[in-house]
């Protein structure tokens, strides 16, 4: 059973950053890929941004050039640095991590953007 612990979720006003972080019970080398899903209320699960076991990343349009992506070696964490936060980013984000075709996901975090 993998355990995934992520933290940095919170509330941020427009323009605001946040990072988030995921921890996994195991080497995250051990995963195929990781990254990060978002699901706001109303509306499916989506792909925010992941990371394969090479350091290639891949980003869905509305992160591109806010969101970064990026392991944390030391840590054994991904990260997800998010700048220039918006309302309609507002969701519980999920860390997801695979090995092969399995997925195992956090239990999410809240971010809320807010005036």
């Known amino acids: 059973q993998v355990q995934l612990v992520e933290s940095g979720g919170g509330e941020v006003q427009p323009g605001g950053s946040l990072r988030l972080a995921c921890t996994p019970s195991?080497?995250?080398?051990?995963?195929?890929?990781m990254g990060w899903y978002r699901q706001a209320p109303g509306k499916q699960r989506e792909l925010v941004a992941t990371i394969n076991v090479g350091g290639v990343t891949e980003y869905a349009d509305f992160a591109k050039g806010r969101f970064t992506i990026y392991r944390d070696n030391a840590a054994n964490t991904v990260a997800l640095q998010m700048i220039r936060l918006q309302p309609e980013d507002t969701a519980i984000y999920y860390c997801n991590a695979r090995i092969l075709r399995l997925d195992n996901w956090g239990p999410g975090t809240q971010v809320t953007v807010s005036s």
């Open positions: 195991r080497n995250m080398f051990e995963f195929n890929v």
